[in-house]
């Protein structure tokens, strides 16, 4: 009897510690989409910022924003006074480089004919040698036979005077064309000379009209930049300059120099700035949601068509947490849309049918003992107090502290009991349970600071006045 009243005592005791708590019930699904929302603008797939390559005085500006242009129509023209001025300076002067390149090459072709002549007066006077040479050796040779019989008396002296006459002429001719051979060769060495250097100065005139012609290909393309085509068809989407105002040679990375941007707005995108935990799950060909600020009553439809793979740059210290960018395409967008338009993107990342689902805010983590395999083992409650049995191990090994995620199944005596679950996939307010879990149990979702605090064990009693309870 003294047994059985301290046991009903207990249980009062045990009864009167109950927690309210909200709760839900383990629920079959049709569908459940995971989403990842990332914010951005709205800009055209195809799109030119014009920036001039050179600096002058804006004269004609034909178009307004918001103007359609095609391919090759004129945007603007800048003053070509000075760009004009230049290519005639730089004409003058190929000009006067070609006239130099074109005499110099009529002297070589004087030199060159001077040289033939030469040539042939050489190998004329070198004939004229070869016939002296040969004239002097036979008069020489007759000087000294009748010089010989002179002097055995048996030839006149005239006949030995005329000997010796002929053998002078011989001599004088010969050395003559000696002369006149030396003085052809060194003519033909001067002709040479006098062509080598008429070749190099026509490689300097040559390279001076190069030259020229180099600035007169820049001074013609300089005066070419003076007009500014459209580069595609398409729209001008804004316009930064007016008629009169001068235009600065600008670069990519100063958007300031940018004169106006054309944008092709048959193919719409929303950039988005994806978060670093989220882009990880994305992939090409996402279903995407894009809601734009302008225009709160209409949902487009999009794909993901790329995904960046570097973080977007910018000033923030590098511990923030990094964007990606993402761009979606949309599938029919409409004409009021406008590059530089707020929007908001829904990217579907998977889709489930047919699950068991939980409310997201049920889940909880809590420190239990697992096995040497990691596997969870609820430990023994009593029944009617709601003690936990101290857990004594499982054969000769202690038991190992874990976090594990789980729920608090609710049982038909209103004990709270910790059960560890799989989840999937990750829904607005719902998440997938994989494993361990039947459709139809209860399980404790509120409030926050209950499924902080409660305990294996807990009795617990459903909060009336609460209308988060999923059982309604």
């Not at 009897?1 to 079959?28: D, E, F, H, P, Y």
């Not at 004409?91 to 074109?102: G, I, N, S, V």
């Not at 001074?219 to 930049?225: E, P, T």
């Amino acid at each position: 009897m003294a047994l059985l009243i301290i046991v009903v005592a207990s249980v009062k005791i045990s009864r009167k510690n109950t927690v309210l708590v909200q709760t839900s019930v383990v629920k079959r699904k049709d569908t459940l989409s995971s989403k990842v929302t990332a914010s951005g603008e709205i800009r055209a797939k195809e799109f030119v910022d014009l920036q001039s390559e050179i600096a002058g005085i804006i004269t004609e500006l034909p178009l307004r924003e918001g103007a359609a242009v095609r391919k090759g129509d004129v945007l603007l023209r800048i003053d070509p006074i000075q760009t004009e001025a230049d290519q005639a300076s730089s004409r003058a002067q190929y000009d006067a480089a070609l006239a130099e390149t074109r005499a110099q090459e009529f002297l070589i072709m004087n030199a060159e004919a001077n040289l033939k002549r030469d040539e042939a007066s050489l190998r004329s006077a070198r004939a004229e040698l070869a016939q002296a040479e040969h004239n002097f050796t036979r008069a020489e040779s007759s000087f000294k036979r009748k010089q010989l019989l002179h002097e055995d008396g048996l030839i006149s002296r005239d006949e030995y005077e005329a000997a010796q006459n002929d053998f002078k002429a011989a001599q004088s001719r010969l050395e003559v064309a000696r002369a006149q051979a030396s003085q052809t060769e060194s003519q033909v060495k001067v002709s040479r000379n006098n062509i080598e250097q008429s070749k190099a100065s026509a490689e300097a005139r040559l390279a001076n009209a190069r030259a020229a012609m180099a600035s007169l290909t820049r001074a013609k393309d300089q005066l070419k930049k003076t007009t500014l085509y459209s580069p595609l068809d398409g729209v001008i989407t804004q316009l930064n300059v007016e008629k009169g105002e001068r235009a600065q040679p600008g670069i990519m990375s100063n958007p300031e120099a940018t004169l106006m941007t054309i944008a092709n707005l048959s193919v719409i995108q929303a950039e988005l700035k994806v978060d670093e935990t989220d882009v990880v799950n994305l992939s090409l060909g996402d279903i995407t949601e894009v809601k734009v600020d302008a225009l709160p009553d209409v949902v487009f439809e999009g794909e993901v068509t790329e995904i960046g793979n570097s973080p977007i740059q910018s000033s923030a210290a590098s511990q923030e947490a990094k964007d990606f960018k993402v761009i979606v395409t949309l599938l029919d967008p409409s004409p009021k849309l406008r590059p530089g338009m707020s929007c908001t993107g829904d990217i579907t990342t998977d889709v489930r049918n047919d699950i068991l689902v939980i409310p997201m805010q049920a889940l909880t983590v809590r420190d239990v003992e697992v096995d040497k395999d990691g596997k969870y083992h609820p430990p023994d409650v009593n029944a009617q107090s709601g003690r936990v049995a101290k857990a004594s191990g499982r054969g000769d090994d202690e038991p190992e502290k874990k976090e594990l995620e789980g729920v608090f199944v609710v049982g038909e005596n209103g004990m709270a009991r910790f059960r560890d679950v799989k989840t999937g996939i990750t829904g607005e307010s719902e998440i997938e349970v994989l494993e361990n879990l039947q459709e139809g149990e209860t399980i404790v979702s509120g409030s926050f600071q209950t499924l902080r605090t409660i305990k294996d064990g807990t009795f617990v009693k459903v909060d009336k006045s609460s209308k988060t309870d999923a059982k309604r």
